[in-house]
């Protein structure tokens, strides 16, 4: 029996828009009634809006065979490093694709000199509320604390120091 195909991590470019968009359609689809109609729309932005935000800051995705996975995407907010949109289909959940997002933006953060980084999540996507903590997120009473009536929460990690403990530089 032949091995799965290998999962590529790369930065999105501006012709990936439209497939960033379907994948985070399709990641949250499963949870849409659990959103507000307003709060749905905005986690799942169109290809123009993912536009905006690569032009906000790095976009990922995450590639088997050209088809489009999963995507996460980061923006510096001082000395801190905000990711958002972070999605993978149905299908590919549990084969590594979040931690290795998690890792991607940890490195960039840490790259830009970025001392946390912090989400917005809602509390039904229990999932990836695991991943994060498991990965060193810890919730803050930070804001926000809804999406256009759809229940948040923020979660942070400081990871400077813990990728400078392991640079030998």
Same mark, same amino acid.
Request: glycine content about 8%; proline content about 7%.
């Given at each position: 029996?032949?091995?799965?195909? &290998?999962?590529?991590?790369?930065?999105?470019?501006?012709?990936?828009?439209?497939?960033?968009?379907?994948?985070?359609?399709?990641?949250?689809? &499963?949870?849409?009634?659990?959103?507000?109609?307003?709060?749905?729309?905005?986690?799942?932005?169109?290809?123009?809006?993912?536009?905006?935000?690569?032009? &906000?800051?790095?976009?990922?995705?995450?590639?088997?065979?050209?088809?489009? +996975?999963?995507?996460?995407?980061?923006?510096?907010?001082?000395?801190?490093?905000?990711?958002?949109?972070?999605?993978?289909?149905?299908?590919?959940?549990?084969?590594?694709?979040?931690?290795?997002? +998690?890792?991607?933006?940890?490195?960039?953060? @840490?790259?830009?000199?970025?001392?946390?980084?912090?989400?917005?999540?809602?509390?039904?996507?229990?999932?990836?509320?695991?991943?994060?903590?498991?990965?060193?997120?810890?919730?803050?009473?930070? &804001?926000? @604390?809804?999406?256009?009536?759809?229940?948040?929460?923020?979660?942070?990690?400081?990871?400077?120091?813990?990728?400078?403990?392991?640079?030998?530089?």
């Amino acid at each position: 029996m032949p091995a799965s195909p &290998e999962i590529e991590i790369r930065q999105a470019k501006p012709q990936d828009a439209p497939a960033v968009a379907k994948v985070l359609c399709e990641s949250f689809a &499963e949870y849409e009634a659990l959103y507000t109609r307003a709060g749905f729309l905005a986690t799942t932005p169109n290809a123009n809006e993912v536009l905006a935000r690569m032009r &906000e800051g790095p976009v990922w995705l995450a590639c088997r065979e050209e088809r489009v +996975l999963g995507t996460v995407a980061a923006v510096a907010k001082g000395q801190s490093v905000y990711m958002r949109g972070m999605g993978v289909v149905p299908e590919a959940r549990g084969s590594g694709i979040g931690p290795r997002f +998690l890792e991607c933006v940890e490195q960039w953060a @840490h790259d830009h000199g970025c001392f946390r980084i912090f989400l917005s999540t809602t509390p039904f996507l229990n999932a990836a509320i695991r991943l994060y903590e498991k990965y060193g997120f810890r919730r803050t009473e930070e &804001e926000p @604390h809804d999406l256009f009536g759809t229940p948040l929460f923020t979660m942070e990690k400081n990871v400077h120091k813990h990728l400078a403990d392991h640079d030998p530089n």
